[in-house]
């Protein structure tokens, strides 16, 4: 059973109701209290696995009087649960004033781990995912949100987005303004449940597929994106041996540096020598 007195934050499916833990129903059954997103959206959750304790509402934006509520809840020894409509809380879901204010009070917060769309996403999707940048939900508006995708067009991490259906293609047509038409992306759709998707492709092809097919612009989705790589260096020569090359040069021949920068860095002499011709 659970620690005593804490606020637990408890991740609930994200289609397919198996999917939640059974360290989260029983989380759910033993608090006082459960705070909810949508208390109507949540009951049928709560249905679903007989879970009867009683639902109060929590926004972030709910007001001082929603979090200074569930504060002195806490404070007189009581458990609460929070949840979202989806997911795990606060990733892109409310919870984190709250969070925050019961650390500041010294109150503990136990996390309950389940599914998260991001992580689901990422783990079926075939993009490197030793690093990735969780970008939340683009700008609505378009001019913020051609901004925003221009300061990532060289992150080299993965970059993941959670969308709304009728933003869906506005955002992938930005994206390919910035990122380029041929930058590799996938659109995960409707995770675990009947009509799974993922869409892989360039940005162009992606747009394609969804003008091709207008089921692919329903339901919820996340789109990943493949990071940056740089072009090749059309020189052919590492970093390095051009910086020793630029040094030689400033007292030797082009032939002589060339051929020294080559013994020094291990690079092909004739490659050095072409390169040292071009910034002559
Ligand atoms: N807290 C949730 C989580 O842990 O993933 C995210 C909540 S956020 C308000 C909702 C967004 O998550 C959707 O617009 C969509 O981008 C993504 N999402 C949630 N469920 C999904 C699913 N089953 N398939 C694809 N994307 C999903």
């Known amino acids: 059973m659970p620690t005593n007195n804490a606020l637990y934050i408890v991740a609930t499916p994200i289609g397919n109701l198996s999917d939640i833990t ?3 129903i029983d989380t759910l059954k033993y608090v006082d209290f459960i705070a909810a997103e949508d208390t109507r959206h949540s009951a049928k959750l709560m249905q679903h696995f007989a879970v009867k304790t009683p639902m109060l509402t929590y926004h972030d934006h709910g007001g001082v009087q929603q979090s200074a509520r569930l504060l002195e809840l806490l404070r007189q ?8 409509d989806a997911g795990t809380p606060l990733i892109s879901d409310p919870g984190y004033r709250l ?3 019961c650390r500041e009070a010294g109150i503990k917060v136990v996390p309950i781990p389940g599914a998260s769309a991001l992580v689901t996403a990422i783990s079926a999707a075939g993009l490197a995912s030793d ?3 969780f970008e939340g939900f683009p700008p609505a508006k378009s001019l913020a949100r051609e901004n925003y995708f221009s300061e990532l067009v060289q992150d080299t991490r993965t970059l993941i987005f959670y969308e709304s259906p009728h933003r869906l293609w506005d955002s992938l047509q930005a994206m390919q303004g910035a990122f380029g038409a041929q930058r590799y992306a996938v659109l995960a759709r409707e995770l675990t ?3 799974e998707t993922f869409l892989s492709g360039s940005l162009s092809e992606l747009l394609a597929q969804l003008q091709a097919d207008n089921n692919q612009k329903r ?6 994106v493949e990071g940056y790589t740089a072009p090749d260096d059309p020189s052919g020569i590492s970093k390095e041996a051009s910086e020793v090359l630029q040094i030689l040069l400033e007292e030797l021949s082009v032939k002589q540096a060339s051929a020294l920068a080559a013994k020094i ?3 092909k002499k004739n490659k050095l020598y072409r390169w040292a011709l ?3």
């Open 22 to 24: 059974l360290r989260a």
């Open 219 to 224: 339901g919820e989705m996340v789109i990943m």
């Open 131 to 133: 690093r990735f940048s």
């Open 265 to 267: 860095t291990g690079e």
């Open 77 to 84: 020894g009581k458990n609460i649960a929070l949840i979202s």
């Open 278 to 280: 071009s910034q002559t």
């Open 99 to 101: 969070v925050k204010q």
């Open 193 to 195: 449940k009947q009509y």
